[in-house]
C-alpha cells in the first residue's frame, strides 16, 4: 500500500513495531468482538466510551499513526461518528528530540562539520509534530532559517502504522460497508510516503513559490537547497502570528485574513491543479498586514485537469440543477455504477460543500453543528443514506480535495468570517478552460520535476 521510499538508512526491529502496536491491537480487537456481537447478537456497545478508550491508546503513540487518525477524523462518513469526533481531538505533541540527539541527527544529513555551517543554531526545537521537528538557525548570510529535522526511523513507523489503519478499517468495514475505504487507505499511504521524501516536499515548496509569486498576500518560504537533504528541510523563517490570535480581531480584519487564505488555497487550485492537502491551524501564520504565510509543503495533491474540471462541472450541474450533468462531474472524479438513489445521496454533501458559493451574499461559511465539527450533521445524515442503499467506493482523488474544504471551512468558521464566497469563487473560475490549465501544468510541473497524481 503506497510506493515505499529507500529503506537502506533506516531499519526499525520487530520489537520496536510489536511493543509500539500491542496496545492499540488489543483495544481493535475487543472493539471487534463487541461490534461483532452487537450486529449479529445485538449486544449493546458503548461507542462514545470505547472512542474514548481508543484515543488514549493512539494520543500515548503519537508519531505518523496519530497524524492518520487525525486524518480519518476529517474524513466524512469513514468512521462512526463517536470515534471521528474522539479523534478530532487528537493533538500532534510529540517530545521533541534532545539535544544530543539532534546533534547526531544533524551530523547524518550534513556531516560532522554541520554546526559550522550555521551562524547560530538554537538547540531548543521552535515546534515539534508527528514526523519531525523545526529549529530556528540563522546563516553565515545572516538569513533567518526554519530547519526541519525528521525524527529517525520514520520509514518502519510509517509501515507500521500503515498496518494498523488496515486493522482499524477492516474492523469498521466489517460492521459497517456504508463506504469501502480501499481507495482511501491506498491515497493516505502514498501520501505518507511523500511526506518522509523533504526533497519532494522542497520541489512542492518551489512550486507554491511559482504558482502563487503574483499573490502579493500569500508568501511562500525559500528553500535553501545547500542546506537541505532527503531527511532535512532548510527554508527561510517567516515570522507570524497564530491564526488564532485573530479571532477576536474587528471583523473587518478578520474577513481580510479569510480571504487572503481563500486565494492561498484556490488559485493553485484553478489555475494549476494543486491542493494543499493539510489544512491545519499550524501550517499557515498570518503577518501584521494580514498577509498570509503558507507552511508545510509536505502534503500535496496534484490533481489531472479532468478533476478540476469536474469540480466546476459540479457547481454548474447545482447551480442550475441539471442531474446529467452531475453525473458527468461524479464520474470524471472516478466515481461508477452510480444509481439515481446514489446521485441523490452525494448531491446531499456536494450542496452542503458548495452551499456558501451558491449562496450569492455576504455569509459565514457555515455554522458548527454537534461535537464542535464542521459538516458533522449533514456528514452522518450522508452516511446513513449510503448504509440504506449499499454503500459507495470513494475514488482516492476524493480524499484531499473533501478534507482540504473542510479543514479550510472550519478555518473560516473559527474567524467567524463572513463575505461573499460566491463572487470569490466565481471571479477565480471565470474564463476557466481545462486547456488552459492543462498547459499551466504541465509547464510548471516540468519545471520542478513533478508530476499529476492520477
Given at each position: ?134 529549529h530556528k538557525a540563522v546563516t553565515h548570510k545572516g538569513e533567518h532559517v ?309
Amino acid at each position: 500500500m503506497g510506493k515505499k521510499p529507500d529503506k537502506t538508512r533506516e531499519k526499525g526491529t520487530i520489537g520496536k513495531r510489536i511493543k509500539r502496536y500491542a496496545s492499540v491491537s488489543t483495544t481493535m480487537a475487543g472493539l471487534a468482538a463487541r461490534l461483532g456481537g452487537q450486529k449479529y447478537l445485538g449486544i449493546g456497545i458503548d461507542k462514545p466510551q470505547h472512542a474514548r478508550q481508543l484515543m488514549e491508546q493512539l494520543g500515548d503513540l503519537k508519531g505518523p499513526l496519530l497524524k492518520v487518525a487525525q486524518l480519518l477524523a476529517t474524513i466524512p462518513n469513514v468512521l462512526p461518528k463517536e470515534y471521528a469526533a474522539e479523534l478530532q481531538k487528537l493533538q500532534s505533541q510529540a517530545p521533541p528530540m534532545g539535544w544530543l540527539f539532534v546533534r547526531r541527527r544533524m551530523m547524518a544529513e550534513l556531516g560532522p562539520d554541520w554546526e559550522k555551517r550555521f551562524k547560530s543554531f538554537e538547540k531548543e526545537a521552535a515546534a515539534a509534530a508527528s514526523l519531525g521537528q523545526v529549529h530556528k538557525a540563522v546563516t553565515h548570510k545572516g538569513e533567518h532559517v526554519a530547519c526541519k529535522l525528521q525524527y529517525p526511523d520514520m520509514i518502519s513507523a510509517v509501515e507500521a502504522d500503515l498496518k494498523q489503519l488496515r486493522l482499524i478499517m477492516g474492523v469498521f468495514e466489517k460492521y459497517d460497508q456504508s463506504v469501502l475505504t480501499e481507495g482511501i487507505q491506498q491515497e493516505i499511504a502514498d501520501r505518507l510516503y511523500e511526506e518522509l521524501d523533504y526533497e519532494l516536499e522542497a520541489r512542492h515548496e518551489r512550486l507554491y513559490g511559482h504558482m502563487l509569486a503574483d499573490e502579493d498576500n500569500v508568501h511562500i518560504p525559500q528553500v535553501i537547497g545547500d542546506l537541505s537533504t532527503k531527511r532535512l528541510l532548510t527554508s527561510t523563517w517567516l515570522e507570524g502570528q497564530q491564526i488564532l490570535e485573530f479571532i477576536k480581531s474587528r471583523p473587518e480584519r478578520r474577513n481580510e485574513i479569510a480571504l487572503n487564505l481563500f486565494r492561498a488555497w484556490y488559485v493553485p487550485l484553478y489555475f494549476y491543479g494543486v491542493i494543499h492537502g493539510d489544512p491545519h491551524l499550524g501550517n499557515y501564520t498570518v503577518q501584521k498586514d494580514n498577509s498570509i504565510n503558507l507552511l508545510d509543503f509536505g502534503c500535496i495533491r496534484i490533481f489531472p485537469p479532468r478533476f478540476v474540471e469536474g469540480v466546476i462541472t459540479l457547481y454548474n450541474a447545482l447551480q442550475t440543477e441539471d442531474q446529467e450533468m452531475a453525473v458527468e462531474a461524479y464520474e470524471s472524479w472516478g466515481f461508477r455504477g452510480l444509481t439515481k438513489r446514489t446521485i441523490e445521496v452525494l448531491n446531499l454533501w456536494a450542496g452542503f460543500l458548495y452551499g456558501p458559493v451558491l449562496d450569492d451574499k455576504v455569509r459565514p461559511i457555515g455554522v458548527v453543528e454537534k461535537g464542535g465539527i464542521y459538516g458533522r450533521d449533514v456528514a452522518q445524515q450522508v452516511h446513513t443514506e449510503l448504509k440504506k442503499i449499499g454503500g459507495i467506493r470513494v475514488p482516492r482523488e476524493f480524499v484531499f480535495m473533501d478534507r482540504a474544504a473542510l479543514g479550510l471551512g472550519s478555518v473560516f468558521l473559527h474567524l467567524k468570517a463572513e463575505v461573499n464566497w460566491h463572487n470569490l469563487f466565481n471571479e477565480l473560475i471565470e474564463g476557466f478552460n481545462v486547456k488552459d490549465l492543462d498547459k499551466r501544468q504541465k509547464t510548471a510541473l516540468k519545471k520542478f520535476d513533478l508530476k499529476a497524481k492520477h
